[in-house]
Nanobody, 120 residues
Framework: QVQLVESGGGLVQPGGSLRLSCAAS????????MGWYRQAPGKQRELVAT???????NYVDSVKGRFTISRDNAKNTVYLQMNSLKPEDTAVYYC??????????????WGQGTQVTVSS
């Protein structure tokens, strides 16, 4: 069993900052990649940022220059530092990880989601 537990969401004013964390635990052989997705009301879930085990990152254009994804491989944890937040960043943020539970088997896992609300 593998679990992803997120934390760090909340209410923030426009221009403010939040830091999301997601810790993976359980029967983990290795983690290939981790990332964050978000889903706003009435919209499809979209990719926000990803990071590989080697540290390569990818961001959706709308967050480039404002959000930073990082990971601590020793703690199996991924972070999303969100600065200069805008109302359009309001969404439920989901952690995602591509995890190998054995050398030959991997699959995607999802966290439960954490609400981020940007409003004055």
């Amino acid at each position: 069993q593998v679990q992803l537990v997120e934390s760090g969401g909340g209410l923030v004013q426009p221009g403010g900052s939040l830091r999301l964390s997601c810790a993976a635990s359980g029967s983990i052989f290795s983690i290939v990649a981790m990332g964050w997705y978000r889903q706003a009301p009435g919209k499809q879930r979209e990719l926000v940022a990803t990071i590989t085990s080697g540290g390569s990152t990818n961001y959706v254009d709308s967050v480039k220059g404002r959000f930073t994804i990082s990971r601590d491989n020793a703690k199996n944890t991924v972070y999303l530092q969100m600065n200069s937040l805008k109302p359009e960043d309001t969404a439920v943020y989901y952690c995602n990880a591509d995890i190998r539970t054995t050398m030959f088997h991997s699959r995607d896992y999802w966290g439960q989601g954490t609400q981020v609300t940007v409003s004055s």
